[in-house]
């Protein structure tokens, strides 16, 4: 009977809030994107406008007008960058998201608009962070 209550009151939730945090750290990135890394190197967040300003400037220097779609969507995946799955289903744009120590959330979302021949004519970028 105590070994019982011993094995339900401590080792099974000890078991599964360990498990718990091995799915988080294991299913999340604990980092910015490679290519905003120095923005973020201070974990200071700053001033946002003028931060959504420099992403943006980072993405038009490394995606300049004309970057095919598939060229843009390629580099952008391989930074770990996401299509955002629907509700509402969200075309031309890809967001990246982080865990900022257990309990914060930092996104960078890049936006993108398409020329008739499908190359990319605007680029846009901006963050946010929630936390709980």
């Not at 995946?77 to 629907?86: D, L, N, R």
Request: with cysteine.
């Amino acid at each position: 009977m105590v070994a019982w209550a011993l094995i339900t009151c401590v080792v099974i939730p000890v078991a599964a809030v360990c498990s718990l945090l091995i799915w988080v750290y294991f299913t999340n990135n604990w980092h910015p994107p490679e290519m905003f890394s120095h923005l973020f190197a201070s974990g200071d967040q700053g001033d946002q406008t003028a931060q959504d300003k420099a992403i943006t400037q980072i993405l038009q220097r490394t995606f300049p007008l004309g970057t095919t779609v598939g060229d843009l969507k390629s580099s952008l995946s391989k930074e770990g960058f996401q299509v955002i799955p629907p509700p509402p289903p969200v075309r031309n744009q890809m967001e990246y998201q982080w865990m900022i120590g257990g309990i914060c959330r930092a996104h960078i979302y890049v936006k993108w608009m398409t020329a008739e021949d499908g190359k990319v004519s605007r680029i846009q970028g901006y963050g946010s962070t929630a936390c709980l």
